[in-house]
């Protein structure tokens, strides 16, 4: 597996971290590449990256949380707990945001999305309300269409729900009882330490990227920064039923809908479901973050990178051959 591993990074050079665990074991564990290149600094076991859409699999783990203590209901309408939310579409329930079947417009495919969000708060609007009047592609729950919109929407019932802001939930509810302590809400424009920059390749140089579209414009729930230690915490914490009970965790690897860019692939909460395999990804500018898990096998393979041209993809399916001798 390391051989396979140093091979495709002498072709295709990597910048980021990698940990692959088995029955809460530590496997494998190296980094590669600079945590910032502008600096020299070198990327560690211990740096963070912004892991964009893999937070999603926080909040759907909180959504079920609540869920399970009754404080609210999957098939209830998001403007059951949020007054702002009255415009979606009547048939839009909780369920439908988490498994990408609710219709809504993805609020990243908005054209010049830094312009309308800036434009927006200029004239003093409501970022929330913004949300809920993104347009309706289809009727809820008719077919799967990927839209970040819908978790933005859970991540601010979480907090209208609780009385406490998006970070405090997972921070209270997952990363202070799993010992998750390089895990947080990354804001780019504040400072935390050892967190990598983004890099990216315009014209076969390498360039700082842009930050995310959202992140340093709007005071809202926003994704997160973490280690592969961290993430491989949560990774073993699921598989040992310490985030959810079993009911629960069956909620979130059910098959709900198959994936509209590979029949082969279905959603459920969060995450993407492949027979024995489930996984989940992230991307931003500057970075590319990947979890793999085989829940049989109890296997996690965590890929965080900070460059936007990595395609962990194609590494893991080479891992994968490693892995099981294939």
């Not at 910048?15 to 980094?31: F, M, Q, R």
């Not at 609540?66 to 909780?94: A, C, E, F, M, V």
Request: hydrophobic share 35%; charged share 25%; with cysteine.
């Amino acid at each position: 597996m390391e051989s396979c591993i140093n091979a495709y990074h002498a072709e295709k050079p990597l910048s980021g971290t990698i940990l692959i665990s088995k029955d809460d074991n530590v496997i494998y564990e190296k980094a590669f590449g600079e945590a910032s290149i502008q600096l020299g600094v070198p990327n560690k076991i211990e740096t963070k990256y912004h892991i964009a859409s893999v937070t999603k699999m926080f909040i759907a783990a909180a959504a079920l949380k609540l869920h399970g203590k009754g404080q609210i209901n999957l098939d209830y309408h998001p403007s059951t707990y949020l007054s702002g939310l009255d415009d979606l579409h009547r048939k839009i329930t909780l369920h439908h945001l988490l498994s990408h079947t609710s219709g809504l417009f993805d609020i990243y495919d908005v054209p010049n999305l830094r312009h309308e969000v800036s434009k927006l708060l200029h004239e003093n609007g409501n970022f929330l309300r913004y949300l809920g009047r993104q347009e309706q592609l289809f009727t809820p729950g008719e077919k799967w269409k990927y839209s970040s919109t819908g978790f933005l929407l859970i991540s601010y019932i979480l907090e209208e729900v609780t009385g406490k802001p998006f970070e405090k939930v997972l921070k209270e509810m997952f990363f202070e009882p799993l010992g998750m302590e390089d895990t947080g809400q990354d804001n780019p424009r504040l400072i935390h330490v050892n967190r990598a920059y983004g890099h990216t390749i315009v014209n076969g140089e390498y360039r700082n990227a842009e930050n995310d579209k959202l992140a340093d414009l709007v005071q809202a729930p926003g994704e997160l920064y973490s280690t592969v230690r961290d993430l491989n915490k949560w990774c073993n914490a699921i598989l040992s039923g310490k985030v959810l009970d079993e009911e629960l965790s069956n909620k979130m690897f059910t098959p709900y809908a198959t994936v509209d860019f590979d029949p082969g692939l279905k959603y459920g909460y969060g995450w993407f479901l492949r027979g024995d395999l489930r996984l989940i990804g992230g991307g931003t500018p500057g970075f590319r973050s990947e979890i793999f898990q085989y829940p049989d096998h109890k296997i996690n393979v965590i890929m965080l990178w900070n460059n936007e041209k990595i395609q962990s993809h194609e590494l893991f399916w080479q891992i994968n051959r490693a892995l099981f001798d294939e």
